[in-house]
């Protein structure tokens, strides 16, 4: 009953403050095209506040920094991680980082609009990070394994893993990358096969993963970052 009712609220723009971030709300993409931005906003638009309308908005030591969190609107969920960064490259922006705990739980709790409205209980969001050198297949750590890529993320404030993560799979492909888990409180109680992510994981915690996996979880998502222009 709680997830049919999440997936018929209505994605509003609201604004809260931290210390270091600051954050406004994000709307679904449908399609397999561009995110627009609710009420004709587009890369001009926004809340006046520094970021295009429907990105979430955060304060960090570098300024201020907009976040989009979106989904293709498919069934079967097909998005590699690579596919993800094109798509923030069409909004001018790039595979985000978490600048810390706030930044990684807001993004988390942005995705659950998504999931529910994917009719889903369970999301993996792709970020902005990619795997140190000599650590692609053997942990160096939770925080020296990865770093960030998205040009204004520092610091590792913002890792929060799984248990046991990054772990030592040697994925395929060049690199490793980073997935969030999005958990709606249902899937606690599901009986879908996937036990083992309950165990390990909780909502928001990130997972090591494997960079051309188009779905596992099947509702895939993704969070783009840009400068905001304040």
């Not at 739980?105 to 009719?119: D, F, Q, R």
């Amino acid at each position: 009953m709680n997830f049919l009712i999440l997936s018929l609220l209505p994605l509003l723009v609201v604004s809260r403050d931290f210390d270091d971030s600051s954050c406004s709300s994000s709307e679904e993409s449908g399609g397999g095209g561009p995110h627009r931005p609710p009420g004709g906003g587009g890369g001009g638009g926004g809340d006046g506040r520094g970021c295009p309308s429907g990105w979430l908005r955060f304060r960090r030591p570098s300024g201020v920094w907009c976040v989009l969190v979106g989904h293709r609107a498919q069934a079967d969920g097909m998005l590699t991680q690579a596919a993800a960064e094109a798509i923030c490259q069409s909004h001018g922006a790039t595979l985000t980082g978490f600048q810390n705990y706030e930044e990684r739980m807001a993004v988390a709790n942005e995705g659950l609009k998504h999931i529910a409205t994917l009719k889903k209980l369970v999301g993996g969001l792709w970020v902005g990070a990619t795997n140190n050198a000599g650590c692609k297949e053997k942990s160096c750590g939770p925080l020296g394994t990865f770093r960030w890529t998205d040009g204004s993320t520092s610091g590792t404030s913002g890792f929060g893993w799984g248990t046991g993560e990054p772990d030592n799979l040697n994925w395929p492909g060049a690199t490793a990358c980073i997935q969030q888990l999005i958990m709606h409180p249902s899937f606690a109680t599901s009986n879908d096969g996937l036990a083992a992510w309950r165990t390990n994981f909780k909502h928001g915690d990130l997972d090591k993963y494997q960079c051309t996996t188009p779905a596992g979880p099947a509702a895939r998502l993704y969070a783009c970052g840009k400068r905001g222009s304040r």
